[in-house]
């Protein structure tokens, strides 16, 4: 969040507003230093993986009570929170397709064993869309005409431009809101899409973020603004930084003990053979978990 004084920290859920502080960031109007905790490995993993893994159910559960066992499902995106959702799917015995632009998440989809495919190839046929890419009119009118009848259309990315909700306004189409967050969108030929939030988070729209994530989140932020202010002059300049290593791996350590979970300690020998630090940080910048 962007405040008046000295310090920026970026909340987990901005999106499209992050990309906006590294543009201004490059075009030298960013005012003050800017802490990237969208990209932090805990928020990637805690907030997006394992949290959408359990919320896309329970968003998709408690708003139209379906049976996923042999259901089609197309997710869009592979990142973090599209592993999450089609692991979840997958689970239940739901039939899951993919669609990707990158090569390495299609790659990654295609060894966990789902297929990857164009979103036209299978419009028709899927009875759940989900969105998961962060970007926008990855859901246009034209799939939307489509879609087979009370096929399950809701996002579970950045933010509410993924489906284009805005195509969908138009006289001859009937809005009908059958209960909260739920709507059937009404085709003149009786053909109906169930669109769920209007095309908002269904994740923050639809069902509960757990208590557990929510403090893996609030502490990466907390540890952010602490990082920034107690910094010395001159470490942070006015540009976005990424999370420090070692400040990941503290909220890390901070949530282990709810398992009862115990770290093997490394000698001093062993320190000295990998070269690292006994406290840490135990991976390099580029490592990805």
């Keep these: 969040m962007i405040s008046g004084g000295a310090l920026t920290a970026v909340s987990t859920w901005m999106g499209g507003r992050l990309t906006w502080l590294y543009q201004l960031s490059k075009a030298g109007k960013l005012c003050v230093p800017a802490m990237n905790v969208n990209d932090s490995v805990t928020k990637q993993k805690f907030d997006n993986l394992y949290c959408c893994r359990e919320s896309i ?13 042999g259901k089609q499902v197309v997710v869009c995106g592979y990142g973090e929170v599209g592993k999450g959702c089609c692991a979840a799917l997958k689970a239940l015995g739901a039939i899951v397709y993919i669609t990707e632009i990158d090569p390495i998440c299609a790659l990654q989809a295609c060894m966990d064993g789902f297929r990857v495919v164009k979103l036209n190839e299978v419009i028709r046929q899927v009875d759940v869309v989900i969105t998961c890419t962060g970007n926008k009119n990855v859901v246009t009118r034209e799939h939307l005409d489509r879609m087979k009848n009370s096929c399950i259309v809701c996002n579970m990315g950045h933010s ?67 990082e920034l202010y107690n910094a010395p002059e001159g470490r942070y300049k006015q540009d976005v930084y990424l999370l420090p290593k070692k400040m990941d791996e503290y909220v890390a350590s901070l949530h282990l003990p709810s398992f009862d979970a115990h770290l093997t300690e490394l000698t001093d020998d062993q320190a000295k053979y990998l070269g690292l630090n006994k406290n840490g940080p135990f991976k390099p910048n580029y490592y990805r978990y």
Aim: glycine share 4%; with cysteine.
């Design 57 to 69: 159910l329970d968003g998709l559960k408690r708003t139209t009570d379906v049976m996923f066992g």
């Design 160 to 226: 509410n431009t993924e489906i284009d909700v805005t195509s969908l306004r138009t006289p001859e189409l009937t809005w009908e809101r059958v209960r909260s967050q739920v709507d059937h969108v009404i085709w003149p030929d009786g053909k109906r899409v169930v669109l769920l939030a209007e095309g908002r988070l269904l994740n923050l729209s639809c069902s509960t973020v757990p208590t557990f994530v929510l403090s893996i989140t609030a502490t990466t932020q907390a540890l952010a603004l602490i």
